[in-house]
């Protein structure tokens, strides 16, 4: 399932919550590649880019392979938890 996640400050807790789903979740690039959220090198990329270009996320889609996963992500997203 698709969606999209909005003004994520606090990537490092983001990813966290991410490792906690039971399926895969996915970014999906602008050119439309999708990057395996829950790999450790795809994590140390992003995280390695976000801290040397000091950016906000300010939306990225999101595919979650899981309907309950889909839930958490959203409730991270609106409580911020």
Do not use: H, W
């Amino acid at each position: 399932m698709k969606m999209k996640m909005y003004s994520v400050k606090e990537p490092e807790k983001f990813l966290d919550i991410v490792s906690q789903c039971k399926g895969s979740v996915e970014l999906v690039s602008e050119k439309g590649d999708r990057l395996n959220l829950k790999s450790e090198l795809t994590k140390y990329i992003a995280l390695s880019k976000l801290f040397t270009d000091n950016t906000l996320i300010n939306d990225m889609e999101l595919i979650a392979s899981e309907p309950e996963d889909v839930r958490f992500l959203l409730q991270y997203m609106i409580e911020g938890k």
